[in-house]
């Protein structure tokens, strides 16, 4: 009768190992974000706090257990919130609503050579973000509820693919448009060669139909398959580091779309780095037919087609957005473990007739110091009177943040 309670004890004690072992997760941003865009009555003005806090646990039967909770709050201001509500509809949109929610919640397992399993809310990126992340500029990130596994069975070769059920949005769980509700599997492989990493990728989409929001922002309409491949390096030229990326990727209408379509992408861009000073050069171009462009609704839209925002939503044309952008990065500046800044300025047309869609001047100023971040940022967007279309109107955005992150 002894077995039992030797096997009891000793599952305590992996239970109990791994609770000792737990770090916890705490981060918390302060944001203050001023909008001014034509032909809008009011500026927005939105002073947020976001604070997430959470745990996760040492191993136990090669199984490790995250829960991580996350609440933004209104602090001060007046901003229109969500697109999908009539409320303040006067103010620019700020997409950082008061919420508290489940952020993640996941247990990860490793029991399988070189295999990584993670189910449930989860947190991913793949690539550049282009066509899956975490949107995590804005106070509530994205996530997925999903089950991942991630194989590497070679220590070059990569192999991602994820099923997901639902996707939370960063407009919170109480907006209309909040979660999306359907299938989606995300697959990408690849492998790293000693001058660059090529991955190839196939991402199938199919949402269900969303009550209560504008025909526009019916996630049905962007239920789609995408195959495609990247590839991003960088190499020593004497004094100069080159770094260089290349994608392509073909969209076809999937599920119950109601839109036929089949569209293209390309992105290229190159940037030489010498000491703390950077140069990058780039175009990205989204196909359009006339009735709809190319979609990427499940990434990291504030990466791309500038800070202001103004291109989340592909326009019917495309968008063929071209940009220059210098940077400098430097160590050990005053109190400062690192300082920043980069300057871009982007040219926007549309890919189909080629419109002027307008163009942007983006610039941030970054300071490290230990587990402090901050940074001011602005974005210029100007539309060109009698060129570019009435929907793009234009819009200055202004921020200063203060993130602490444990």
């Not at 090669?62 to 007046?78: K, M, Q, R, S, Y």
Request: hydrophobic share 35%; aromatic share 12%.
């Amino acid at each position: 009768m002894a077995a039992p309670c030797v096997s009891g004890a000793a599952d305590l004690g992996v239970l109990g190992g791994a609770l000792s072992e737990s770090k916890p997760i705490f981060d918390a941003r302060l944001r203050y974000e001023d909008v001014d865009q034509t032909p809008l009555a009011e500026d927005a003005d939105a002073e947020t706090l976001r604070v997430r806090l959470g745990f996760e646990t040492g191993k136990a039967w090669n199984t490790t257990f995250l829960a991580e909770g996350e609440a933004i709050v209104d602090l001060a201001g007046n901003y229109r919130d969500d697109p999908s509500r009539p409320r303040n509809a006067a103010y620019p949109v700020v997409t950082d609503p008061e919420s508290e929610e489940i952020n993640r919640l996941q247990l990860v397992n490793t029991s399988l050579p070189g295999t990584t399993v993670t189910l449930g809310r989860q947190r991913i990126l793949l690539d550049d973000q282009r066509f899956v992340g975490n949107s995590g500029w804005r106070q509530n990130e994205q996530t997925f509820d999903a089950v991942r596994i991630v194989n590497k069975p070679t220590s070059s070769l990569t192999l991602d693919a994820s099923y997901l059920t639902q996707v939370n949005r960063i407009f919170g769980r109480d907006s209309p448009q909040g979660r999306y509700h359907g299938e989606g599997v995300l697959a990408n492989a690849g492998y790293q060669f000693g001058f660059g990493k090529l991955s190839a990728f196939g991402y199938w989409l199919d949402f269900d139909h969303l009550e209560g929001v504008p025909v526009a922002l019916d996630p049905i309409r962007v239920s789609s398959e995408t195959f495609g491949a990247r590839f991003a390096g960088d190499r020593p030229l004497s004094k100069i580091k080159l770094a260089y990326a290349a994608s392509y990727a073909q969209q076809s209408d999937s599920g119950n779309n109601p839109l036929n379509f089949d569209l293209d992408y390309y992105s290229v861009e190159l940037t030489g780095t010498y000491r703390q000073y950077s140069v990058t050069l780039g175009q990205e171009v989204m196909e359009g037919n006339g009735t709809v462009g190319f979609s990427t609704p499940l990434a990291t839209m504030h990466r791309f087609h500038g800070w202001a925002d103004k291109f989340l939503t592909t326009p019917a044309n495309g968008i063929d957005d071209k940009y220059v952008s210098v940077g400098y990065l430097a160590k050990g500046v005053a109190m400062l473990d690192t300082l920043s800044a980069t300057l871009v300025y982007r040219n926007f047309e549309s890919e189909r007739l080629s419109q002027d869609l307008g163009d942007e001047v983006d610039l941030q100023v970054q300071g490290k110091y230990q587990r402090f971040v901050g940074l001011a940022k602005i974005a210029l967007y100007e539309a060109h009177e009698g060129r570019t279309p009435v929907a793009y109107q234009d819009t200055t955005k202004f921020w200063v943040q203060l993130e602490y992150v444990w």
